[in-house]
């Protein structure tokens, strides 16, 4: 099902760039990503093109899902020819968050996805009036600094959060390896929602009498050394959803299938890079949710501050069939497997 939904965004956005060279009307994106003034009437049979900014971190194969999702939302609901999407890249780096999101704002952008909480930070340091959806951020209110979402209400934002529930990613760890003495929990300190889901984790593992030990990295070049001590020190390991490890997860795999130490991790994409099992949301989907809620926005009349927090609406048990493979480790029957790029 995830496949065919990202097989028919592709098709629509190979539909909208055919579309730039057939009209006087046509519009381009300034990644090249070309959307069509004359298609389908929106809902309010209005003629208004909406110019939609999509700040994304990293390019990653869940973030990549996300965006696709969002995209495909907002064209079938307004209709090709009346949403307009400027698509960047930030490429894992703060700053260019800044610009593209500041770029954004000077640009008169209808509504900002921020995919990741870089982006999130970033437009939200940028405009307070544009409304601005999120998605694939675990927890707003550690995203934005505050101790309460509620805070935020009647602000500019809102969005679809990637949390699959902690205390279920704890028991997969239990199921799958009942001897496990130490925990090791890698993530990068860079990133307020990876350090949110270790403390989460953390509470599980303690309720369970577990040992665990934090293994925090500052950026890319210290995954390798850092992981290479987890593995000495544990016989497990917890990966949150992190976008650091998951923009080097060859790197991960390299250290951990050699010294035969599983991983458990926060999302697919980390799991077919170097896990052995994760408890998985679709990020397609949450994707999807984030441009029905900015359809809301753009058409209904919507505060974006009014509406809730929206999550994952299932979460599935996934395995990594190599690894698995790799480490002698048979998952149970109810786990699905990854499927093969």
Known sequence: MKMKRILAAMAASAMLFSMAGCSN???????????????????????KVYNIGICQLVEHPALDAATEGFMAALTEKLGEGNVKFDNQNAQNEATNCTTICNNFVSGGVDLILANATGSLQAASSATSE?????????????????????????????GTSDLAPIEEQENMIVELFPEVKQVGILYCSAEANSKYQASLMEAALTADGIAYKEYSVADSNEIQAMTTTAVSECDVLYIPTDNTIANATETVKNVLVPAGIPAIVGEEGICAGCGVASL????????????????????NGKNAGDLDIEFAPQVEKKYNAEICQSLGITPPEDYVAIEAE
């Open 130 to 158: 544009i409304p601005i959806v999120g998605t694939s951020i675990t927890n707003y209110a550690t995203a934005m600094g505050v101790n309460d979402w509620a805070e935020m209400k009647g602000k500019n934002i809102t």
């Open 25 to 47: 009307n046509d519009v381009g994106n300034a990644d090249g990503t070309a959307v069509a003034n004359g298609g389908a009437d929106n809902a309010g049979g209005s003629d």
């Open 280 to 299: 998985s949301i679709s990020y397609y989907d949450i994707g999807y949710k984030a441009g029905e809620m900015a359809y809301d926005i753009l058409v």
